[in-house]
């Protein structure tokens, strides 16, 4: 038999921002959800099951709880998005070029695999790279140190998704908001 609620406490902010909500039903017992969950909840007049479904924030911030936000998920696609840390290597890193002093972007990747090879740099152009190949050989020029590597950043799966312009990463369970 379905409980009845009696009365809603909350929403109280916790430290890191996220809020809940303390529901009390008329036998007195009580359940604690976060404040999305419950929105979502309320919409679909329902509870969700914790075992199979979750709440996602589309735009991967756990503080925008507006409804347009708010999505229903499988639990496991949930829990794999959020907790999978990849080496994020899209990103673009800047960097000064060691001839002219130039600064510029690379892929996070380039500069890693020049650090790899030990090959001098980063150059911002072609022009200075040869500049600079020439001026060794001419021994004007001390050889420079490899390519520095630049420190490795981990992201989450889903907002390294997000940043690469996927704006839904999966189909929601149940459509809340009406798309207009
Ligand atoms: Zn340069």
Avoid: W
């Amino acid at each position: 038999m379905a409980k009845v609620v009696k009365k809603v406490h909350g929403p109280y902010t916790r430290k890191d921002g996220r809020e809940h909500v303390v529901i009390v039903y008329t036998d007195l017992t009580k359940r604690t959800v976060s404040y999305p969950k419950y929105l979502v909840e309320q919409k679909l007049g329902r509870e969700l099951d914790p075992k199979l479904e979750t709440i996602d924030h589309i735009d991967g911030n756990p503080l925008n709880n507006d409804l347009s936000n708010l999505q229903v998920i499988p639990l496991r696609e949930h829990t794999s998005l959020d907790s999978q840390y990849v080496a994020d290597e899209c990103r673009e890193v800047t960097v000064a070029c060691v001839y002219c002093g130039t600064s510029f972007t690379r892929f996070y990747k380039y500069l890693k695999d020049a650090g790899t090879r030990g090959t001098a740099g980063p150059f911002c152009s072609r022009k200075c790279s040869g500049q600079y190949g020439a001026a060794v050989q001419n021994s004007v020029q001390e050889k420079l140190p490899s390519t520095e590597k630049p420190e490795v950043r981990y992201t989450t799966r889903k907002k390294q998704l997000l940043e690469q312009g996927k704006t839904r990463l999966s189909e929601p369970t149940v459509v809340l908001a009406d798309k207009t």
